[in-house]
Nanobody
Framework: VQLQASGGGLVQAGDSLRLSCTTS????????MGWFRQAPGKDREFVAA????????YYGDSVKGRFTISRDNAKNTVYLQMNRLKPEDTAVYYC???????????????WGQGTLVTVSS
């Protein structure tokens, strides 16, 4: 399984941005999909995850109410809609696929290459 993330860029505080992550391979619908991010000088942190059948979503505390994760199994794609962006959201965002029924860095089977999001104040 290969993951290709896109959609990052430079925006201003308060703006919105949508990230996409398209996967190759036939098993997309069997993986939990998620997003992590890593800001300069900081550890990678969990952002959001969606279950295999899109019925359950999880969010990190810092993005709850602002970010929405979704997936389209027909397109092998997972999305991260980011609204009301803040400068502290600046990071490289990584999509991830986990064959486990939970999303943690230790459970990730495949990582995307990362896409940079920069939010100016």
């Amino acid at each position: 399984v290969q993951l290709q993330a896109s959609g990052g860029g430079l925006v201003q505080a308060g703006d919105s941005l949508r990230l996409s992550c398209t996967t190759s391979g036939r098993a997309f619908s069997s993986y939990q999909m998620g997003w992590f991010r890593q800001a300069p000088g900081k550890d990678r942190e969990f952002v959001a995850a969606v279950s295999t059948r899109t019925t359950i979503t999880y969010y990190g505390d810092s993005v709850k109410g602002r970010f929405t994760i979704s997936r389209d199994n027909a397109k092998n794609t997972v999305y991260l809609q980011m609204n009301r962006l803040k400068p502290e959201d600046t990071a490289v965002y990584y999509c991830a696929a986990s064959g486990a029924n939970y999303m943690r860095q230790s459970s990730v089977d495949y990582w995307g290459q990362g896409t940079l999001v920069t939010v100016s104040s």
